[in-house]
């Protein structure tokens, strides 16, 4: 599908995205993650890549279009575009949903906040081996807040949305999820879990659904000063701790 200008705007909102199939990854660090991944999967080589005279960035891999400064600020949602961006085909990210080796799972439910998700999608890409999972509800792992704050983890991590919880009790039975009251999370049999879940910035996870699921619970121990810790810090401290104890 070819896209005009016009329609590449329209990018911004989500409902465009899934009508057009497309999102866009702005910055040349975006870009060049986008490279870095294009090596694993080719289905990435079918992005293009949209430049002004001012940036010098070039590239073998994808095809190149020249445009203004104006047009560029025309597209890019940032105050001062960095001019270059790329047109990124959202199926190339599409995920079977098959496990990848000795992988584990981050289960996000309703997660709302495009920065937690790009931190939370930064960590997974940094400690390797997991997988992201978005319940319905959940904001769009292409919405451009996330891809920025993610800084191209999102072309590195095999996410899957619109996963209900009913879905997850099927696919994963050892199933670990936080709780004030929980073990430590440093305690070994942290790492023996194919699934972690974690709730919305808010309200959590609905009791009866956790209950159903029958989770073992863990803990994040601190000094009770605050009453509980942002969501991107959870799941990047609960990542960092199965890295030490895998």
Request: net charge negative; charged share 20%.
């Amino acid at each position: 599908m070819k896209l005009s200008f016009d329609d590449m705007r329209k990018l911004q909102q989500r409902k465009y995205r899934e009508r057009f199939g497309y999102f866009i990854a702005e910055g040349e660090h975006l870009v060049q993650e986008l490279e870095k991944a294009s090596a694993n999967n080719a289905a990435l080589l079918a992005a293009q890549l949209f430049v002004t005279d001012e940036q010098a960035y070039s590239s073998e891999n994808f095809v190149t279009h020249l445009i203004s400064t104006k047009q560029m600020a025309r597209i890019c949602d940032t105050q001062t575009p960095q001019g270059i961006f790329a047109l990124v085909p959202i199926a190339a990210l599409a995920d079977s949903g098959e496990a990848r080796g000795a992988e584990r799972v981050v289960y996000l439910y309703e997660v709302q906040d495009p920065g937690n998700l790009g931190t939370i999608l930064r960590s997974l890409a940094w400690f390797g081996a997991a997988r992201c999972l978005l319940s319905p509800g959940s904001v769009d792992p292409f919405n451009p807040k996330v891809v920025r704050a993610s800084m191209g983890a999102v072309f590195h991590v095999p996410i899957e949305t619109e996963v209900s919880i009913a879905a997850i009790s099927k696919r994963y039975t050892r199933i670990a999820a936080l709780d004030m009251q929980g073990i430590d999370i440093a305690d070994p049999q942290f790492a023996d879990h194919e699934l972690y879940i974690f709730g919305n910035e808010a309200r959590g996870i609905p009791h009866t659904d956790l209950a159903d699921l029958q989770p073992t619970l863990f803990s994040i121990p601190g000094t009770g000063a605050v009453e509980s810790l942002n969501l991107g810090t959870v799941v990047s401290l609960c990542a960092y701790a199965l890295s030490r104890i895998s």
